[in-house]
């Protein structure tokens, strides 16, 4: 069994209006479901991703109107990194996101940025091998097609005792060491990879808020989920049961360096309660969610979801 990559990474927003506008405006992605926070149907849920909403492209947030700037610190990912094609799409970027007056740190490779909420972001172009994945990308009227995001190239978490997850990671999940000492890992399978960093963790106690990410998702195919969990519980990780989460089921747990991780599976995927053309045009709620439907759309933010351009 192997993970396949990145499936999506879920953060908080304090303001859906204009993370919807940073994300599909500005970087170009698709916005691909509005839905609730299915724990707690009150909080939007925002899916952003390419043009299908592949796995591996899928960024995802919880809105919590108002909610105070979190603090990213140990046992939170601090940053999140796509890939892009060439330097000439780094200077692309880093052209666009002054032009909305965003300071954007370029060097070899990367460029470096917050989204208006305080995330780190980056984007990397992948290099020798890493760089044969198929990309994933959204077609945007703002983003020549050669620039845009392509997926997910990996996240950057802090730790105070990172070799502490060494063995949850290798032998449990099947992470590669890149560095030999417990800091660089990478994870490949169903030909997409990624890299799962840490970085020491900042003295000052990790506030979850505005601009932090609350979990990542790692793809599992659907048939090998339960043995994925098995083995989860059998590494002494406290796993979940396996969640319905109408766009792919899922198992959470913690891994030793705190950060939370889920095991998504790769379907049914987003087209599964509206056609692909249509993503995200409608408040779509879970079965168990339905009866309070006249309720969320008086109380939700209205979202003006770009019109998509033929492809
Ligand atoms: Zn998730």
């Keep these: 069994m192997e993970l396949h990559g990145i499936h999506h990474i879920t953060a908080i927003t304090a303001d859906a209006r204009a993370n919807l506008d ?15 926070n299915f724990d707690d149907p009150t909080a939007y849920h925002l899916y952003f991703g390419d043009d299908t909403g592949s796995p591996g492209s899928i960024l995802t947030f919880f809105e919590y109107p108002g909610v105070p700037a979190g603090r990213a610190g140990e046992g939170m990912i601090h940053r999140i990194s796509w890939r892009v094609n060439s330097e000439e799409a780094l200077g692309f970027w880093d052209d666009r996101l002054r032009a909305q007056g965003l300071r954007a740190e370029r060097e070899q490779g990367r460029l470096r940025f917050h989204d208006p909420e305080g995330l780190g972001l980056e984007l990397m172009v992948p290099a020798g091998s890493e760089a044969a994945q198929p990309r994933l990308a959204a077609t945007s009227s703002g983003v020549p097609a050669e620039f845009a995001l392509g997926g997910f190239a990996g996240v950057r978490a802090y730790a105070r005792e990172p070799r502490g997850s060494a063995a949850a990671l290798e032998q449990t999940l099947g992470f590669t060491t890149i560095d030999g000492g417990g800091v660089d890992w990478r994870i490949a399978g169903g030909g997409r990879s990624a890299t799962y960093a840490y970085d020491p963790a900042p003295a000052p106690v990790p506030l979850s808020g505005a601009g932090t990410v609350h979990h990542i998702a790692w793809g599992v195919r659907d048939d090998e989920q339960r043995a994925w969990r098995r083995r989860v519980v059998e590494g002494e990780l406290h796993a979940t049961q396996i969640i319905d989460r109408t766009y792919f089921r899922s198992v959470y747990f913690r891994e ?5 991780f889920e095991l998504a599976t790769l ?16 408040l779509r709620l879970p079965p168990q969610h339905e009866y309070l439907r006249p309720r969320l ?4 933010a209205p979202l003006d979801v770009p019109e998509r351009r033929a492809a």
Excluded: H
């Excluded at 940073?22 to 609730?36: H, S």
């Excluded at 030793?256 to 939370?260: F, K, R």
């Excluded at 995927?269 to 409608?282: I, K, M, S």
């Design 256 to 260: 030793p360096s705190g950060v939370l």
């Design 267 to 282: 379907g049914p995927g987003f087209a599964v309660d509206e056609p692909v053309e249509r993503l995200g045009q409608e």
């Design 22 to 36: 940073f994300y599909v405006r500005v970087l170009g992605l698709r916005f691909v479901k509005k839905t609730v």
């Design 297 to 300: 759309e008086r109380l939700l």
